[in-house]
């Protein structure tokens, strides 16, 4: 029997509604629909009436061009109501050989954790074992020993936050089966091993905000939003020039670069009243002041943190012309552009694998993880251990009979 997975990606210009279905043969992408945003800022909801229309609107489209029903999806959460400690568990082992169940109590004991009422479980991310107070274990299993013990990431989020996007998605028609945490779904799309393990940089730029995170050693290290994104551009160009919006989008969309040239070409705009010419070093000028800016911010992220090995840019306004080099000029290491990767090539996702995707495609892969590993019957330990190592969790924590889930909501 095939499952049908849909996963929604609400952002601040845009929402993604990725659907498909996980068969006996495996995972198969139907297609993507992508509509305009309304009633979000800063990736929070302003307007509830107006975000639950424009959902609808991708729900609509979708159900009319692949003939389906879409009613609950997998969506993301990020921003400034997230939370995430540290916390340690233990069991004891007397002198066996460690099994499923003692890995499973020792987390189970990290999580026992007091979560105030304004917050929500997202995950329980195991970090690392210890064993008679041996630390810097993987994976136990099969070990010997007498205590087993645990470090955890506890990720919480506030209600209220939660509470909003599940209205607007209700209002419709909308069931949300699961919120997953926006840094492990980019990590699951365009983060390679190697990347994860050394040190990187990954930097989500959207329209209204920047999500930065950090991961190392196979593990997030630091997580911040920055209320700075594409839009922010735009609205430069647009009191600077003195245009439209939408003009100063057109511009920055076809001529916009973060390097300055200093061009002597003019190129014509559409003002309110008439069409004028302005200087293209001009519009480099105030793209290049807005965009150092940003970067500066990133940087200020990043005082205080273990060396990194490089930077991973994403998002709609990852692709502005130069804006790649610029930061690696001002950060002092490589940089490069991500792309979703991993997925079988279908003609009806032709030109979709763009760094405006990633997030919905990441959601995509934990999504069908997560199905594959429930038509196994159950999770073994030595997945879950190595998931966690590669933050291929799906939110919150329910432990029974032998198999750990990562889950917060009931599906």
Known sequence: MAHEINCLDIGTTKINLLTGRLTASGPELKGLITVPS?????????????????????????????????????????????????????????????????????????????????????????????????????????????RLEVKVQIITALVNHLENLSGACEQAGLRIKEFIFKPFALQRAILKDEEIEGGVLLVDIGGGTTDISIFKDRRLISTETIPVGGNHITNDLAIGLKIPVQEAERLKIKYGSAVLRNSPDEIEIDSLRNKRTVSLGIVEEIIYARAEELISLIKDSMKGLPGLCGTVITGGSSLLNGLDSLIESLLGMPVRIGYPEGFRASPVLSGMFIPQNSLVFGLWKMATERKRSDKNWRYRIEDLIEWARGLLNTPKTLLKGGSLCLSLKNS
């Open 38 to 146: 309304k009633g979000i800022r800063k990736g929070v909801i302003i307007d509830m009436q107006e975000a639950s229309s424009s959902i609808k609107d991708a729900i609509k489209e979708a159900e009319k061009r692949y003939s389906i029903r879409v009613d609950s999806v997998i969506t993301a959460i990020s921003g400034s109501s997230i939370q995430i400690i540290e916390s340690y568990g233990a069991t004891g082992i007397g002198g066996k050989k460690i099994r499923d169940k003692d890995v499973e109590n020792a987390i189970n004991s990290a999580g026992s954790v007091y979560i105030p009422l304004d917050r929500e479980l997202l995950h329980i991310i195991p970090v690392e074992f210890s064993l008679d107070g041996e630390s810097g274990i993987k994976n136990p299993l099969g070990m010997k020993g007498f």
